[in-house]
C-alpha cells in the first residue's frame, strides 16, 4: 500500500532563514508526488509536481524538491523563508490518476520575525 | 474571476438530513475532485470525475454521491449526515488527471 511520512509536525524558523520539510513515501512504481501549501481558511495550492525527468525540480513562490529514489523522499526546500510562508504544507504520492494519491498528515510552518 | 468556487462556505445541519454542496469551475478543466479534510488536517480524496468516469476512494460511504450536470460542475450529494461526516470539503480541478491543480476555498460541514 502505498504511504505519505512527514516526520516533522512543526518547525519554526526565522525569517530569512532557509527551509526544509522533508517527506517520505512509499509507493510500488514510480511515484507522482506533489507538494501542497495551505494558509490558515483557504484551500490548497499546488506548490511543485514531479513526475519524471530531472530530480531536482522548481515550483513556484521560490520552492524547490528533490527526488531521492535511494532515500524514497522528496523534500522541500526553500532558501530564504517569508512571513507569509507560515501555513500548511501537504507532500502527496500517487499515480497517473489522482483518485489513487495519498497525502502526509502535514508539517506547519511557523515563521519568527 | 474565482477559477474554482463552492457554495457554501459553511453548512450546519442535524443528523440524518440530506445536504449538497455546488462546486463549479471556470478553467476548462476535464477533472473534478471532492477532497475532505477532517479536524486534524488530515486530506482525504473521495471522488475524481473525468469525462463522465467516476473514480471513487473504496473508504468512502455510499451515503456520499457527487453529481455531475456538465464539465464544470461537480456536486457532492450526501445522504442521512451523521456526526463523522463534519469536516471541510474541497473541490478541486486539474487539465491532468494525475493531480489536483486548483482548489476551491472549501465548505466546513458541521454535523450536530
Known amino acids: 500500500a502505498q504511504s505519505v511520512t512527514q516526520p516533522d509536525i512543526h518547525i519554526t524558523v526565522s525569517e530569512g532563514a532557509s527551509l526544509e520539510l522533508r517527506c517520505n513515501y512509499s509507493?510500488?512504481?514510480?511515484?507522482?508526488l506533489f507538494w501542497y501549501v495551505q494558509s490558515p481558511g483557504q484551500g490548497l495550492q499546488l506548490l511543485l509536481k514531479y513526475f519524471s525527468g530531472d530530480t531536482l525540480v522548481q515550483g513556484i513562490k521560490g520552492f524547490e524538491a528533490e527526488f531521492k529514489r535511494s532515500q524514497s523522499s522528496f523534500n522541500l526546500r526553500k532558501p530564504s523563508v517569508h512571513w507569509s510562508d507560515a501555513a500548511e504544507y501537504f507532500c502527496?504520492?500517487?499515480?497517473?490518476?489522482?483518485?489513487?494519491?495519498?497525502f502526509g498528515d502535514g508539517t506547519t510552518l511557523t515563521v519568527k520575525p | 474571476d474565482t477559477a474554482v468556487s463552492q457554495t457554501p462556505k459553511y453548512l450546519v445541519t442535524q443528523m440524518g438530513n440530506d445536504k449538497s454542496i455546488k462546486c463549479e469551475q471556470n478553467l476548462g478543466h476535464d477533472t473534478m475532485y471532492w477532497y475532505k479534510q477532517d479536524s486534524k488536517k488530515f486530506l482525504k480524496i473521495m471522488f475524481s470525475y473525468n469525462n463522465k468516469e467516476l473514480i471513487i476512494n473504496e473508504t468512502v460511504p455510499n451515503r456520499f454521491s457527487p453529481k455531475s450536470p456538465d464539465k464544470a460542475h461537480l456536486n457532492l450529494h450526501i445522504n442521512s449526515l451523521e456526526l463523522g461526516d463534519s469536516a471541510v470539503y474541497f473541490c478541486?480541478?486539474?487539465?491532468?488527471?494525475?493531480?489536483?491543480?486548483?482548489f476551491g476555498p472549501g465548505t466546513r460541514l458541521t454535523v450536530l
Open positions: 478541486a480541478s486539474s487539465q491532468d488527471r494525475s493531480l489536483a491543480e486548483f
Open positions: 502527496a504520492v500517487g499515480g497517473p490518476n489522482a483518485g489513487k494519491s495519498t
Open positions: 509507493y510500488g512504481a514510480t511515484p507522482y
